[in-house]
């Protein structure tokens, strides 16, 4: 008998053709798995119908849309131990890139059906989940003018010009930074607290990799004082994700925490998984394992030793040498 999953699908996301995008899926996937479909709609979001889902106590939930949509689905997963199927049809792919799931619709669907899972971290930012990160100033300001308009027109490059855009209303704010052992004030253009970010999300690059299984957070403070330092910052952010070396400029700060608590003055926009969510303050708080998804099987690491089947094998262990 086949698994059955509920599939949640987005038909506005992304540039392609939904009803030929979904064929492809079901083409895929129904061989092996019984699909329960829903479409989202302006009245009825992916958050709502992976809910009803995890009530019906349904197998699987797999979601495909843009980050806003398998972020919304995954927030009503949180803490079922229900495997989460993802199919990146957005602009960005975040999602998928940052947890090291394809984003084409058929290497996501082979992942499905032919991958293992593995608990991810997920985070509450304002008692709303997060799985990726949340940006304060900058970032918030940047997805904010990459409307939905200009990226079916220009994709990703939408947020490229909007980034473009803001730099010249760059302005740096007081923030207040808590955590469980202590309280951080500086001034920011831009502080992003991450779950899980790629490498296209330069702003949450501060510390050499970030980790989404460690049941920790990672915020990165950005600090420049001039769009050149802004422009000089950004890609030096850039080279620490390619290159997994942490930031070392003076206009750069991290760390890492498992809660944090930030306010600004003035009150600055945020942006959560990609959706504006209001204005700081907010708290932001570390879920450790929360989320089951289907991720490609990991290839096995090369052996750095083998010693058996030599002939006449002796191995003796040596006592540690006293000092």
Known sequence: MNRSACLIFNPVAGQGDP????????????????????????????????????????????????????????????GSDIPFGIISRGTANAFATALGIPDTIASACQTILHGGTRNVDVAYCNNLPMVLLV???????????????????????????????????????????????????????????ANAAPATSVLAQGPAGIIFDDGLLDLTIVAPTTKAGAIAATFHL?????????????????????QFKITTDPPQKVVLDGEIIGTTPIEVKCVEAGLKIFVPLVEEVEPTEKLEGLPNLIIEMKNPVEE
């Not at 479409?39 to 106590?57: K, N, P, Q």
């Not at 349904?58 to 919304?72: K, R």
């Not at 990703?156 to 980034?163: P, T």
């Open 19 to 78: 009803e030929l995008e979904l064929a492809e899926i079901r083409a895929i996937l129904e061989p092996e798995i019984d699909l329960d479909i829903y479409l989202t709609t302006e009245e009825i979001g992916a958050d709502a119908l992976a809910y009803a889902a995890v009530e019906r106590g349904v197998d699987a939930i797999i979601a495909s849309g843009g980050d806003g949509t398998l972020s919304a689905a995954a927030a009503a997963i949180v």
């Open 135 to 193: 940006g304060v100033g900058f970032e918030a300001e940047t997805v904010e003018l990459a409307d939905r308009e200009a990226k079916n027109r220009f994709g990703m490059m939408a947020y490229v010009l909007a980034g473009l855009q803001q730099l010249r209303n760059l302005k740096n704010f007081d923030v207040e930074i808590e955590t469980e052992d202590r309280i951080i004030k500086t001034s920011a253009c831009a502080v992003t607290v």
């Open 238 to 258: 850039f080279q620490t994700a390619s290159t997994g070396n942490a930031a070392e400029r003076n206009d750069i700060g991290y760390l890492r925490s498992k």
